[in-house]
């Protein structure tokens, strides 16, 4: 089995972030190697030294306020071993971000060929509405084919630079395939599984464009796990039910309609169950971004007799998000 060798960490710090300096050594090849902060994986792993049997990963990895455990994986022929340190990270003064530029899009896809959508057009235009009212600037596109989500995304990653904060809110048909998750237009043209990665738009690039934008808090809320539209269609494959958990890149929180792997309910009145909540819960001033998501939780939970549980991620690691300063 694989042995680590840690480099001196901090068992408390002020700071958001700490860096890991960890060596592995196995007998064989090792296969596969992860990092893991409070028992979320974290992406993007840096091997310093690898050649094959020995390796050094070096990353640097947010911290919540409080205890935080850091967890090595690897694993060659004879398994996976594991090894773990905590850092406590020390309470700091909180940033309440309250006010500051915001900015947000807002798409619902609701006319698919295969499967119409009754109320994702409205959830985005109340969402819309709504955000406007919380001092947000709104991009809105109603029923996006896939150039106009992409073009869409793009603009947000433009405008948002050096905003305070930055909002993507989706509304349709979403399912995930080979563990990303994708977005999917009003013109996807999809015979077989294979198809999802060119069809259809990429979670990922919502992420990767509001990190490149440098806006300080990114807020991502997807009504978007209903089912699959075409997988009955499809010859050989298929993608998963529902949308696969995605970890929170710094500064950014997720918000899911349901929990990983499960679909979401269209609704049978103006919007869905996930939507009405959000939209009732933000009339509340003062609520952190946390509790206003916690709050959707409990309402759509109950909303669908127990068949519905929202779901977040988080890393704002830097203060508070308040959507409503009235």
Known sequence: MPTFTWTTLPATTT???????VGIRSKSQITATHVYVNGQMYRGIKAVTNDGSDMRIEQTVPLVEGSNIIKVSATNADGTATSERTVVRQTTKPVTAT?????????GNSAYPAQRLANPQNDAADMAAKLKTLGFEVILLQNGTKRQMDDAINQL???????DAAMFYYAGHGIQYKGANYLIPINANMHSA????????DLGRVLDKLDESGCKMKIIALDAC?????ERSWYRGSADRGLSAVNAPVGTFISYA???????ADGQNRNSPYTTALLQTLDTPGLSIETVFK??????FTATNRQQTPWY????FQGDFIFNNK
């Open 15 to 21: 700071l958001t972030s700490v860096k890991i300096s």
């Open 99 to 107: 006010l500051g530029k915001r900015i947000a899009l807002v798409i």
């Open 157 to 163: 990653g433009q405008r948002a630079q050096g905003y």
């Open 194 to 201: 294979s198809d999802v990665e060119y069809e259809c738009t």
């Open 226 to 230: 209903r089912n699959n539209p075409f």
């Open 258 to 264: 349901t929990s990983p792997g499960s679909v979401a």
């Open 295 to 300: 709050r959707v939780a409990a309402s759509v």
């Open 313 to 316: 991620s988080s890393s704002l």
